[in-house]
């Protein structure tokens, strides 16, 4: 008798096979899907700074803003900010310069963009300062109303 050799697979040469293939298909998966959430949180992060430039652009280019106030508001359904605004306090380290005297007088804006459904409380922040003319009604209203000159040194 002739034994025949037969071609093909066993059942366990395929089902190790197909452990393999699973194992290979979960970690493309899950790189995948690691992939899509850095995507989002980026995006996120680009809506968030978008939101902040636009409030801050509004809020500089605001010119009944002239004096401490508060904001706060919904951006939309991701995200919510609060502005503050209040009179610039110059840093004890000044650069050394003679300058002019400039009638303004200087607002610290701040903007920051929350993220409503982070539960980590992550937020986006921006800061400008905003140079304001001054006016006969605003004589001795602002604390810094020579904050300029101040900056850049000169005299006293």
Not at 34 to 51: D, F
């Amino acid at each position: 008798m002739r034994c025949r050799k037969s071609s093909g697979f066993t059942l366990l040469e395929v089902m190790v096979a197909v452990a393999i293939m699973a194992v290979g298909v979960a970690i493309a998966m899950s790189i995948f899907s690691g992939g899509l959430k850095n995507i989002y949180r980026i995006n996120m992060a680009h809506r968030a700074m978008a939101h902040a430039e636009n409030v801050m652009n509004d809020l500089l280019a605001d010119q009944s803003i002239r004096e401490p106030r508060k904001f706060a508001d919904n951006l939309d359904d991701d995200f919510r900010y609060t502005a503050t605004v209040e009179y610039w306090e110059e840093p004890k380290e000044r650069l050394t310069l003679d300058t002019a005297q400039v009638p303004v007088y200087l607002l610290s804006v701040q903007v920051e963009v929350h993220f409503k459904n982070d539960r980590f409380g992550k937020m986006y922040r921006a800061f400008c300062l905003k140079a304001v003319p001054q006016t006969q009604a605003d004589q001795g209203l602002a604390p810094n109303s020579d904050a300029i000159r101040r900056l850049f040194g000169g005299d006293r």
